[in-house]
């Protein structure tokens, strides 16, 4: 079946069954390889995305329950990686291996959309979906805390060129 979804701004029309998870439709069939899999049961979130503005694992979300939300991928959270929360995820250093931090990304990015100025508190929550095997916490709370004094609440919609192949 012929699905038409917005992806970092951009409309594609993919030929896909209804039951395949967002997830490979982004990274088999539009070439998007920034989102990872992780574990395949949204238990991880290293897949995550957003659907208008709001995290979600994309390894269980089907085609079929897009319809005409938003799709942001870490490709498009900025145009060339200038997002506040991928210049503080450098300037704290918060990546070891790297795997999640798309996900992680993708779930502070919602998070600060909805609250500007979170808490701690604010923090662990949202964030508590996200593993990261490398035990970067601290860290990221650090830069999500940074980001947010970067005003990091902006427009996700501009289509990042290139991204990461794997």
Same mark, same amino acid.
């Given at each position: 079946?012929?699905?038409?979804?917005?992806?970092?701004?951009?409309?594609?029309? *993919?030929?896909?069954?209804?039951?395949?998870?967002?997830?490979?439709?982004?990274?088999?069939?539009?070439?998007? !390889?920034?989102?990872?899999?992780?574990?395949?049961?949204?238990?991880?979130? +290293?897949?995550?995305?957003? %659907?208008?503005?709001? +995290? *979600?694992?994309?390894?269980?979300?089907?085609?079929?329950?897009?319809?005409?939300?938003?799709?942001?991928?870490?490709?498009?959270?900025?145009?060339?990686?200038? !997002?506040?929360?991928?210049?503080?995820?450098?300037?704290?250093?918060?990546?070891?291996?790297?795997?999640?931090?798309?996900?992680?990304?993708?779930?502070?990015? +919602? %998070?600060?959309?909805?609250?500007?100025?979170?808490?701690?508190?604010?923090?662990?929550?949202a964030m508590n979906p996200n593993l990261c095997r490398c035990g970067t916490y601290i860290?990221?709370?650090?830069?999500? !805390?940074?980001?947010?004094?970067?005003?990091?609440?902006?427009?996700?919609?501009?289509?990042?060129?290139?991204?990461?192949?794997?």
């Open positions: 079946m012929a699905y038409t979804i917005t992806v970092n701004g951009k409309k594609s029309t *993919v030929d896909v069954p209804a039951d395949m998870p967002l997830l490979w439709v982004l990274r088999d069939v539009l070439k998007l !390889h920034g989102t990872k899999f992780g574990c395949g049961i949204g238990q991880c979130r +290293a897949c995550t995305v957003q %659907l208008n503005g709001k +995290a *979600v694992p994309s390894c269980q979300t089907q085609i079929s329950a897009v319809g005409t939300q938003a799709v942001t991928t870490i490709e498009g959270l900025s145009a060339d990686g200038s !997002h506040p929360l991928q210049r503080a995820w450098e300037e704290v250093d918060v990546p070891q291996c790297g795997y999640c931090q798309a996900g992680q990304i993708m779930s502070a990015a +919602a %998070l600060l959309a909805s609250k500007p100025k979170p808490t701690d508190e604010d923090i662990n929550n860290r990221i709370r650090q830069a999500i !805390h940074l980001a947010a004094t970067m005003g990091a609440a902006p427009k996700s919609q501009s289509v990042r060129t290139g991204g990461s192949a794997q």
